[in-house]
């Protein structure tokens, strides 16, 4: 050993082996490890499963704890921050936030350590990402493969992983050898059940036993389902424990190695199981797949089967024949394949994963101090990003997409054009890393659009406006709820992370001043304004429990009153009605008695903190604010405007809109401690640049329509 490292792991199971292969492999491992001189603590989610089932609590070569849930890590947030490296498996519960968390935590190296990998990948192509995004294989330093071959090719090549190593199973030969128990069976089968395994199993053992009614069969392993008809001279067994295994392989003449399909398809994926048996000296009839030849010779170190045929034959061969075959697979696993092979490996792996680090400057995301807006966009022109905009072709989606192409990002904008205009895309649809797609969200998406790989996506489509959303309800209320679902699939399919752009309405007419992220709001829930404000709050939720199941990386960004060029005259906002009121020289139409408050936030301010809060890559911050705190009522935004345009209008009150709410200010504290991100236009700066674009408009509207209210 070249220097002892303390080393954490976070893995499905170390405690119980009942239903996983998981538990043996880490055993192994972690003991060999430990042997070479490395520190090493384990970390285990409590789960009921294995809490009822463990067979190892206090192994003497690591440290062994649990954890209750994803809170519950923080409690070893400084064991993981002090560690030489930290390792996530494959199958951890909840691991794509554990596999955030780590990486957020940890000033070493993490590697990912999948004992699946051709599961992985597989889950991956559905788009399943039950332990594993996309985006998270290029993010995890080193890739730790069961599976050699062309897949550490495709890991490398076609997910970005920065060092795919192998790391195949092995055997503890301290434990794994011949026990001369009694023979029991003349061919055994040890493994959970898994559908896409039982029909080889079924062909090449099941069917020998049907054909050899004098021979002798063990099926051995959990979670078989009752109706499978086992032969008369199969003997069923539903656990193994691992302190048996070896008299399990030592009372069989053979025992059988079946591989997942999708191993199969990937090649170079062997089961511990090969390794343990060859360890006990037990002769191995294996499937056939690609690789397997380079770990072992057939028909001198394990004979290869297609039929059940082929079983018959190995079974039915001599003595002097299977003897051979033992002994060459012992020798072979002693020779290559133990648990100190593997950790060698793995330490070696590790030292010059722990070199390339220390040759990267830190993350942003490890350091404490919140990254500026500028800052966010630097990082983001070290990579082009694959961005897709629900809703582009609006107001402020108009905003985000031009400031994006000019941060070198390819953007795809998907609106239907219902409250959007191509006029607002006139730059941007001159741009070469431009598309437009029309498509309303609450359909399903365009099926070209899973099939493209997108960074980011940033759902920004839903009528903003009073009279815009309660034209149609329905519609409104399925933008959010429907349409949402439909993009959080897609970011979870493509592993993209995730923005909602979420609103102040979901405070209602708040009773608490200035609005927190805390306050849980005062909403009308069956009111006229509930489509839009409850659509909103339904998408959170949506988008939060994607994000707690591991399914996607998501940001909430509540939007409150923005104004900017490009707002629709006549969609009842406050800035737009007064505005092309005032240069109309028509009444100025002022709800209720002017003295409701507002916060006004220039549209280039609230863009710049959807882009930082997409490109916050630290722990999930939960809903932010984003809003300009200075607060004036809507009085005192007339005099501005009628100061600026010199507008003699006069001003006219008309009754306050049902649920319309009486104060609005943000507590942007969240956004200033998390991103680093305050605005920075002044008022009257704003409505200048707002004031010229609407008076360069080819012709001025009327006075607004009675039901314009004072929107977002």
């Known amino acids: ?10 893995g499905l199971s170390l405690s119980s082996s009942w239903g996983n292969g998981h538990a043996t492999t880490y055993r192994s491992l972690l003991k060999a490890l430990a042997a070479r001189g490395h520190e090493i603590l384990f970390l285990e989610r409590n789960v009921p499963w294995y809490a009822e089932n463990r067979d190892l609590t206090n192994p003497d070569y690591c440290w062994l704890a649990f954890y209750e849930d994803l809170a519950g890590l923080e409690r070893w947030r400084r064991e993981v921050a002090s560690a030489d490296a930290v390792i996530v498996g494959s199958f951890t519960p909840e691991g794509v936030a554990v596999g955030r968390w780590a990486m957020e935590a940890a000033s070493g190296p993490v590697a990912f350590y999948d004992i699946d990998t051709p599961v992985t990948l597989g889950k991956l192509f559905r788009g399943d990402v039950e332990y594993l995004a996309p985006e998270q294989v290029a993010q995890y330093d080193l890739y730790l493969s069961f599976t050699g071959g062309p897949t550490l090719t495709r890991l490398e090549r076609d997910y970005g992983s920065p060092a795919a190593r192998a790391l195949y199973c092995s055997a503890d030969a301290e434990i794994y050898q011949p026990t001369g128990a009694a023979r029991r069976w003349d061919l055994s089968y040890l493994g959970t059940y898994s559908p896409d395994r039982q ?29 499978i008809e086992w032969p008369a001279n199969v003997e069923r067994l539903e656990h193994v424990a691992p302190a048996d295994h070896p008299d399990f392989y030592s009372a069989s003449r053979f025992t059988l190695n079946v591989t997942r399909a999708d191993m199969v398809a990937a090649g170079y994926a062997p089961s511990v199981r090969l390794f343990e048996a060859g360890a006990c000296g037990c002769p191995i009839i294996s499937d056939v797949w690609t690789g397997l030849d380079t770990l072992f010779r057939p028909e001198e170190e394990i004979v290869l089967a297609e039929t059940a045929e082929d079983t018959l034959a190995a ?15 012992r020798r072979r696993v002693l020779d290559a394949h133990t648990s100190h092979h593997r950790a060698e490996t793995l330490e070696t792996e590790l030292l010059a994963a722990i070199e390339r680090r220390a040759g990267r400057p830190a993350s942003a995301a490890a350091s404490q101090t919140p990254v500026s807006t500028s800052e966010t966009l630097t990082t983001m022109k070290k990579k082009q990003q694959r961005v897709l905009v629900a809703g582009g072709a609006g107001f402020l989606g108009s905003h985000l997409c031009d400031r994006l192409l000019s941060e070198g ?11 959007g205009s191509l006029d607002n895309l006139e730059r941007a649809l001159a741009h070469p890393d431009f598309e437009f797609v029309k498509a309303d969200i609450v359909d399903p998406l365009p099926s070209r659009l899973p099939r493209r790989r997108f960074d980011r996506i940033y759902n920004l489509a839903c009528a903003a406006s009073p009279p815009l959303y309660q034209a149609d309800p329905e519609h409104t209320l399925l933008t959010s709820v429907v349409g949402t679902r439909h993009l959080l699939q897609l970011a979870e399919t ?16 708040p009773e608490v001043h200035p609005q927190p992220e805390t306050y849980w709001g005062n909403v009308n829930s069956t009111g006229p304004r509930a489509c839009y404000d409850e659509g909103k709050r339904c998408a959170e939720t949506l988008s939060f429990d994607f994000d707690r199941a591991g399914r996607g990386e998501v940001r909430v960004a509540r939007i409150f009153n923005t104004y900017g060029p490009r707002l629709s005259a006549a969609d009842g906002r406050v800035v737009s009605n007064l505005v092309s009121q005032a ?64 507008s003699e209008s006069e001003v006219v009150f008309r009754p306050l809109p049902v649920d319309d709410p009486k104060r609005r200010r943000p507590d942007i504290s969240k956004a200033a401690d998390v991103l680093g991100w305050k605005p920075t236009t002044p008022l009257e700066q704003g409505l200048k640049a707002t004031i010229a674009w609407f008076d360069s408009l080819p012709a ?9 209210a004072l929107s977002a």
């Open 1 to 10: 050993m070249s220097r002892r490292l303390k080393i954490v792991v976070l």
């Open 199 to 227: 029909p080889v199993l079924d062909r090449l053992l099941l069917q020998a036993a049907r054909a050899a009614p004098e021979l002798n069969f063990c099926v051995a392993g959990p979670q078989y389902p009752r109706d």
């Open 315 to 329: 079974l039915r061969a001599g003595d002097d024949v299977r003897a051979g075959l033992a002994e060459g697979a």
């Open 409 to 419: 990002a390819q953007v795809v904008c998907l609106d239907n054009l219902q409250t």
């Open 494 to 509: 493509c592993g993209a992370r995730f923005l909602l752009a979420s609103t102040c309405e979901i405070y209602g007419d």
């Open 583 to 646: 240069l109309a020289e028509a009444d100025i139409t002022v709800f209720g008695d002017g003295s409701q408050t507002r916060s006004f936030c220039y549209v280039d301010d609230l863009v710049g903190g959807l882009i930082a809060l997409m490109e916050h890559d630290g722990p999930q911050p939960g809903p932010v604010n984003l809003g300009n705190p200075t607060e004036l009522t809507v009085r005192e935004l007339v005099e501005v405007i009628l100061a600026i345009t010199g």
């Open 700 to 708: 001025k509207p009327a006075e607004a329509e009675d039901s314009a």
